[in-house]
């Protein structure tokens, strides 16, 4: 558990650093240590899963803002 929580500490400090453009990129590596979190039966924190929805959310959008017209 304590490699999981340092991964998404880091992933929560990565985030921060970027600009709100670019911060979805992350999504993927905090999806797959979520999916850790749960493989060893542990909850996965509130805030995880808020900003989770968040870069999902971003995620969508900067593929509709890719999406020619």
Excluded: C, W
Aim: charged fraction near 30%; proline fraction near 6%.
């Amino acid at each position: 558990m304590l490699n999981v929580t340092a991964e998404l500490d880091q992933i929560q400090t990565l985030v921060g650093q970027e600009g709100s453009d670019t911060r979805y990129r992350h999504e993927p590596r905090l999806r797959r240590a979520i999916d850790h979190l749960r493989a060893e039966g542990q909850k996965v924190p509130p805030r995880i899963k808020q900003l989770h929805q968040t870069l999902l959310s971003e995620a969508i959008e900067a593929e509709f803002d890719n999406m020619p017209v």
